[in-house]
């Protein structure tokens, strides 16, 4: 594929990711503090992100698990969850988190062990799109492009 059609695709690709709500304004800052000096940022933040989450989603898992659930715990994990993709801008996810701390106030273990399938769902889903992003910007530069701008 030719570097205009390439960059043509990452286009409409980030477009779409906003449009149906994977990303929101954050996503934008970050890829704004990227610059020559710093070329793989978003990839590290985003990468870090990943990290983070698979524990966290794990922790909940667990806590879920337990004869005992000490809600207080579940709401810790599902707040840092929140915050993390509050800040790469994963908006689907950071929107399940809110139900999610509700019913954790409730103690609902049912209701917590949904909106933890929920939550698994929207993060596979934002890390595939991500992971796709990041291959096309790959291809991009492998093809001598330079990644275009986004608003």
Do not use: W
């Amino acid at each position: 594929m030719e570097v205009g059609q390439l960059q043509r695709s990452f286009v409409e690709y980030m477009a779409s990711l906003f449009r149906e709500g994977f990303l929101d304004a954050q996503f934008s800052q970050l890829q704004q503090l990227q610059d020559d000096s710093n070329p793989d940022f978003v990839v590290e933040v985003v990468s870090l992100f990943f990290e983070d989450s698979e524990r966290l989603l794990n922790d909940l898992t667990m806590a879920l698990d337990q004869p005992n659930v000490e809600f207080k715990q579940v709401d810790a994990h599902v707040h840092q969850l929140k915050g993390s993709s509050s800040s790469v801008g994963a908006q689907r996810v950071k929107n399940c988190c809110v139900p999610f701390r509700i019913c954790c106030e409730e103690q609902n273990t049912e209701a917590c062990l949904r909106c933890l399938q929920q939550i698994k769902q929207e993060y596979l889903l934002v890390k595939n799109k991500l992971q796709t992003l990041f291959e096309l910007e790959q291809q991009i530069v492998a093809s001598g492009g330079a990644i275009p701008m986004v608003q």
